[in-house]
């Protein structure tokens, strides 16, 4: 066998770091070949640039963040509140599922306070599903991929779904090791702090991160930092359940008794 891949897949620049790059760059470490692609530019995540102006901005810092947590950059595909779920976009999103042929899907919630995520998660999951149908054609075209995969999706923004209840993670990451790292990528979308200071009265863009990720630590009852994930069905997916995430990463991966019973009824 090849090199494992992971790919993270979020709807704007800086999604990832806020709530996947810790498993990221565990799994980088543990020998995984990993990849960062955002689906919307982050063009409207901005109060003083033009839409190219913040497109471009927030692509660099993309970039910038992207090589700071050791992955390669994928550039986007649409723009913000255009991640739509329909098929044009569905092509391309799965054109970059093919191209990087990965193993395991980082992304997110079904379940999150806006649409964009709800749809990037959405499209992040037909698209792997789509990934060895011959008759369903990428934009730009790309042979199909014939392997397994696993899809874990990550906690939503706030810990809550959008009626204000709090989501449980069936598997805990313990990132305290890698916190410097993910806060180091996220300081990258400097555009982003004045922006979500003025539309969502975030004044402090890295410590909501940071108290997010001591938050789900403490639901974990043993991590000091850490990232939630809930893995998908794996019906149509992979021939039975796997996880590859918790193989890879060992007493650094928990999995949360309660939530397996819980699926059970």
């Known amino acids: 066998m090849g090199t494992p891949v992971a790919m993270a897949i979020g709807a704007h620049p800086d999604d990832i770091e806020f709530s996947m790059a810790g498993t990221l760059v565990l799994l980088k470490r ?15 995540g901005t109060s003083s640039l033009s839409a190219s102006r913040a497109r471009k901005r927030r692509a660099d810092e993309a970039r910038s963040a992207a090589a700071v947590l050791g992955a390669q950059f994928h550039p ?18 799965a054109a970059v599922i093919r191209e990087v042929k990965a193993s395991v899907i980082l992304t997110h919630s079904p379940q999150d306070y806006m649409e964009d995520h709800t749809n990037a998660c959405r499209l992040a999951v037909s698209a792997t599903f789509a990934r060895g149908m011959r008759n369903f054609e990428a934009t730009p075209r790309r042979r199909v991929v014939d392997q397994e995969v696993a899809i874990y999706h990550c906690m939503p923004h706030g810990l809550r779904d959008p009626l204000r209840r709090r989501v449980v993670p069936g598997q805990f990451v313990n990132t305290t090791a890698v916190q410097t790292t993910k806060l180091d990528a996220l300081a990258q979308h400097q555009s ?74």
Not at 30 to 44: K, R
Not at 76 to 93: F, H, K, P
Request: proline fraction near 1%; aromatic fraction near 10%.
């Open 30 to 44: 543990a020998g995984f070949e990993t990849h960062y692609f955002n689906i919307a530019s982050g063009n409207c």
């Open 76 to 93: 986007s595909v649409t723009d913000d509140l255009e991640i739509i779920y329909e098929v044009a976009l569905l092509r391309r999103v």
């Open 192 to 265: 982003q702090q004045e922006w979500l200071a003025t539309s969502q009265v975030l004044n402090s863009y890295l410590q909501t991160m940071d108290k997010l990720s001591r938050e789900v630590g403490r639901m974990s009852g043993r991590f000091k930092h850490a990232e939630g994930w809930r893995r998908h069905l794996h019906l149509g997916f992979a021939s039975s359940e796997i996880d590859p995430v918790g193989e890879a990463l060992g007493k650094n991966c928990w999995t949360n008794a309660a939530y397996e019973r819980g699926l059970m009824g």
